[in-house]
């Protein structure tokens, strides 16, 4: 998904900057307007700092963003993360450095997933994720719906995966995946369990 598509998620005409800061807070955290601008500054093209504020505003709007404004004297500074809609949709923007950013959210459930695909030669499986979210618009809920589809989709597959090479997370995957299943069989007719009790199992991923 190149910078053009990003207007399946993003209606203003400004989508190639909105889509750049995306991009730099996914790999960066929380950011400074003015932080932004110096990250922006090395993107060919250049913009406008009233340009950057206004594209950040609509990204605010549009849900991929939140701000967070501290009142200092007579000035306010804002700082910017993406919210966890934002971070899905970063998916599909980032291109060759999407490694570096599921490698920071390696510790969470549905990124986890994609890390081991990622360190186990099974980056095919992380295209399906991409076509997927490829073929939607800014709709949230399904946003998220496809994500946790492509989750228990890929759940099952991992599991069938014959690992002779032995890649040592793919392997740890596996076999968390068999404790949970076993776990859902002991717990099957005493109600819907807390997913939070499995390692591989989720429900949602933006609560």
Known sequence: MRNSNFKLYYSNRDFTLASNIMKILALNGKLSTKKISYELSDVKGGHTPPAIKIALERLVETGYVTKESIQHKTQTHNTWKLTCLGMLVSIVIL???LDNFIINHA???FYKMIYVLIKS???AMVKILIKRLSEINNDPLKIEKTCIEWY????????EINNKIKFPLLDELQKKIKQDDLIMTMMKGRGKPDSNIYDTVITSICK
């Open 121 to 123: 030669s099974q980056r």
């Open 95 to 97: 291109h060759e450095d």
């Open 152 to 159: 228990a989709d890929t759940r099952n597959k991992v599991k």
């Open 107 to 109: 510790n969470e459930k």
